[in-house]
């Protein structure tokens, strides 16, 4: 799970743009089982954070599959191309059992 937050703090267009450049850049990368995007539900529960823009669920075999993600051309155009809209990325990788 990847969690962006905007630059600019609640911009809908930022967060679409965000959104597209996801499914633009990465949705061919070799490797991939699964790739969602979102942006936060607006759950409102002391325990839900709804404070990020938008949500990457990316899903791989394996760990070989993940780090040839990481460097994968795309993956790296994918930053190029829409770094600026976002002044933190958290991630949260997981091993399914």
């Not at 743009?17 to 699964?34: H, M, Q, S």
Request: aromatic share 10%; hydrophobic share 40%; glycine share 8%.
């Amino acid at each position: 799970m990847v969690y962006f937050w905007l630059r600019n703090d609640g911009s809908s267009e930022d967060a679409s743009a965000l959104v597209e450049g996801c499914r633009t850049y990465l949705t061919d990368i070799p490797g991939i089982l699964r790739l969602d995007v979102g942006i936060p539900a607006g759950t409102q529960r002391a325990v839900v954070d709804n404070s990020y823009g938008v949500a990457l669920l990316v899903e791989f075999p394996d760990s070989p599959a993940h780090d040839g993600y990481q460097g994968h051309t795309d993956h790296l155009r994918f930053i190029e191309a829409c770094s600026h809209l976002w002044s933190k990325v958290q991630i949260y990788d997981t091993i399914v059992l």
